[in-house]
C-alpha cells in the first residue's frame, strides 16, 4: 500500500529519500519493530554507512515520516487557513486537505500512529510540539467562526479539533486506495458531519442538503 510519486525512467532520488521511502514501506508492511536496519539499507540499495551519515539511528526515520508529513500539512494550512473566504469556507478546505493529504501518505500515517509510543522520549516532546502548533491553527480557525458568529459557541473549539483530529487518525486502519470511496469523497463526509457539529440551531451551511 505504498504511497508516493512514481519516478520516471532512469531517475535516481536522493538517498536520504530513498531511505524513507524503503523504512516507510518496510515499517508499514513488518512493524517498526521487526524492521532492521539491515533491511532497510538493502531495500534502498545503500550501505549502512551511508545510512548513518544522514541518520543517526532508526528512530530517527521514524521521526522524519511523520515530521515530513506534519510539515506538508501545516504549510498547506497556513495557506489555506490565510486564505480568502468565510471562516467555514476556509474550514472546509482545510479539513479536505487534511484528510487528502493523510490518504496520500496513508503509509506514513500508518506507520506513525502504530509506532509513535517507540520514539525516545525527547523526539516524541519534538513531535507533540509540532502537533500541538498544528491543531492550534486549526482551533484558531474554529474560534474565528464562533468569533463571526458563523460557527455556534457553546462546544468549546478545543474539543471540535480534537473530536476531528480523532477520526482523521483512525483511516488508516479502516481506508483503502482501492476501496468503493476515494479520498476527495469521503472527505467530504468527514468535513460535512464536523460542520455539523459546528452548525448553529436552525442554519443550514451552503453545501450541506438542507443548504442546498
Not at 5 to 30: D, H, I, K, M, Q
Not at 43 to 52: D, S
Not at 131 to 138: K, L, P, W
Request: charged letters at 25%; aromatic letters at 10%; glycine letters at 8%.
Amino acid at each position: 500500500m505504498t504511497q508516493g510519486t512514481a519516478e520516471s525512467p532512469g531517475e535516481v532520488r536522493p538517498l536520504p529519500e530513498r531511505l524513507l521511502a524503503a523504512a516507510t514501506r518496510l515499517f508499514a508492511e513488518n512493524g517498526y519493530e521487526n524492521t532492521s536496519v539491515q533491511e532497510i539499507v538493502t531495500a534502498a540499495g545503500v550501505t549502512k554507512g551511508a545510512m548513518y551519515h544522514y541518520f543517526a539511528a532508526k528512530d530517527d526515520l521514524l521521526y522524519e515520516i511523520y515530521h515530513r508529513l506534519l510539515a506538508l500539512q501545516t504549510e498547506r494550512l497556513e495557506h489555506l487557513a490565510g486564505g480568502d473566504g468565510m471562516p467555514r469556507e476556509r474550514l472546509h478546505a482545510a479539513v479536505v486537505d487534511v484528510i487528502e493529504t493523510s490518504c496520500a501518505h496513508l503509509d506514513g500515517l500508518t506507520v506513525f500512529f502504530r509506532s509513535m509510543h517507540l520514539l525516545p522520549e525527547n523526539k516524541r516532546r519534538a513531535v507533540r510540539a509540532e502537533r500541538r502548533r498544528y491543531h492550534e491553527r486549526f482551533r484558531a480557525l474554529v474560534e474565528e467562526g464562533q468569533r463571526e458568529g458563523t460557527f455556534r459557541t457553546d462546544v468549546p473549539a478545543d474539543l471540535a479539533v480534537n473530536f476531528l483530529f480523532g477520526a482523521v487518525h483512525q483511516i488508516s486502519t479502516w481506508w483503502r486506495p482501492d476501496g468503493p470511496m476515494d479520498a476527495s469523497e469521503f472527505g467530504e463526509y468527514y468535513v460535512g458531519l464536523f460542520l455539523d457539529g459546528l452548525r448553529r440551531t436552525g442554519e443550514a451551511f451552503p453545501g450541506t442538503p438542507e443548504g442546498r
